[in-house]
């Protein structure tokens, strides 16, 4: 699950390109499915959202969600990946994006009336 925020007359008229590159991105570095989209974008007024200095009203915080046992160069890559599409694409300068990627172990994650560990009919692979 992928969480979005960002203030949200920068982010509101963007969402539906701004999902489409993360989800490419996330397709061509972690081979993630087509249909595995679970975007969650969180507009908020200016003064809801705080930032750091040197940053523009466009500053976008994206929170990964992902289950441990990717490696740390493909993690670093899907980083990389992110600030070069958002750039070149949406012309969101890196300077404005910040990205964390918060891993959990399978067992604490729950879908389709399973744990994470449980599943053993995932189309992608979660060790790469």
């Avoid at 701004?18 to 087509?34: A, K, N, Q």
């Avoid at 441990?68 to 070149?88: C, H, N, V, Y």
């Avoid at 172990?105 to 995932?122: I, K, S, V």
Wanted: hydrophobic fraction near 35%.
């Amino acid at each position: 699950m992928i969480v979005i925020y960002g203030i949200k007359e920068r982010l509101n008229p963007i969402k539906s390109n701004l999902s489409d590159v993360i989800h490419g991105c996330m397709r061509s570095v972690l081979g993630m499915p087509e249909d595995k989209r679970a975007h969650r974008f969180i507009p908020l007024e200016p003064e809801d959202f705080y930032y750091p200095g040197g940053r523009s009203d466009a500053y976008t915080v994206i929170e990964i969600n992902m289950m441990a046992g990717r490696k740390p160069e493909t993690q670093k890559a899907l980083i990389k990946s992110l600030f070069k599409e958002l750039d070149s694409q949406l012309s969101l300068a890196p300077i404005d994006v910040e990205i964390t990627i918060k891993e959990q172990q399978p067992h604490q994650w729950g879908f389709r009336g399973m744990t994470g560990d449980e599943a053993n009919d995932l189309k992608y692979k979660v060790n790469v």
